[in-house]
């Protein structure tokens, strides 16, 4: 079955301007997280979504924000970009409730550099 | 401040060799915890997970160990495979689908 599909991979941005990433669950998975992953930090959780509702949010400022469609499929965006915001954007999807089990399925992710 | 820690950003192990990846954490309300491989230009892929009711588990090579009193959990890889060589991710969850990773160990196994 198909995975995680992240589109697109590579991103192009200039500091000011917004971007909207794309992420498509594998299917009847309805648990989308978005992670951020730098040099620094490491992987960092941005939000988290069920069924159209934001679950869970990570600390991250307003600039950042996501949002799920009626087919789980995700978008995040990001507004006002800086150059602290270059980073691999991943996206994980689940099964309901089986995921710190059977863990959850990354996506390739999203790079994004800002400059 | 960082709840999830891998104080060891490198490992070099021998083909055939077992490979230890060490994680602490400081959150005691963590009660899963979970370990993925990642390769360069692909995400982080899931190996084996372990709940805090559980001090051990396997999947074939890999074997997690969980010391809650120490607030420690190790991966254990036997034996380790070039295939093997990867970074390695812990990461932690307080029974939310949110995680807390670790920053990662490059294992490189060598032949």
């Known amino acids: 079955k198909a995975g995680v599909t992240q589109t697109p991979r590579y991103l192009i941005k200039t500091r000011g301007q917004q971007v909207t990433l794309s992420c498509s669950p594998i299917?009847?998975?309805?648990?989308v997280s978005w992670y951020q992953q730098t040099p620094g930090q490491g992987l960092q959780f941005l939000f988290e979504y069920f069924s159209e509702t934001q679950r869970n949010k990570g600390n991250f400022p307003g600039r950042f924000s996501g949002r799920q469609f009626s087919n789980s499929r995700s978008e995040m965006n990001v507004s006002t970009l800086e150059l602290g915001d270059s980073a691999l954007y991943l996206c994980?999807?689940?099964?309901?409730?089986?995921?710190?089990?059977?863990?959850?399925?990354f996506g390739s992710g999203t790079r994004l550099t800002v400059v | 401040d960082q709840q999830v820690k891998q104080n060891s950003p490198s490992l070099s192990v021998q083909e055939g060799r077992i490979s230890i990846l060490n994680c602490d954490y400081t959150?005691?309300?963590?009660?899963?915890f979970l370990w993925y491989k990642k390769y360069p230009a692909e995400g982080p892929t899931f190996l084996i997970s372990?709940?805090?009711?559980?001090d051990k588990n396997e999947d074939g090579r890999f074997t997690v160990f969980l010391n809650k009193s120490a607030k420690h959990l190790s991966l254990h890889i036997v034996p380790s495979q070039p295939g093997d060589s990867a970074v390695y991710f812990c990461a932690a969850s307080d029974r939310t689908d949110k995680l807390i990773f670790g920053t990662g160990t490059r294992l490189q196994v060598f032949p």
């Open positions: 994980a999807s689940s099964l309901q409730g089986v995921g710190l089990r059977y863990g959850y399925t």
């Open positions: 372990i709940s805090s009711i559980k």
């Open positions: 959150n005691s309300m963590f009660d899963y």
């Open positions: 299917s009847g998975h309805r648990s």
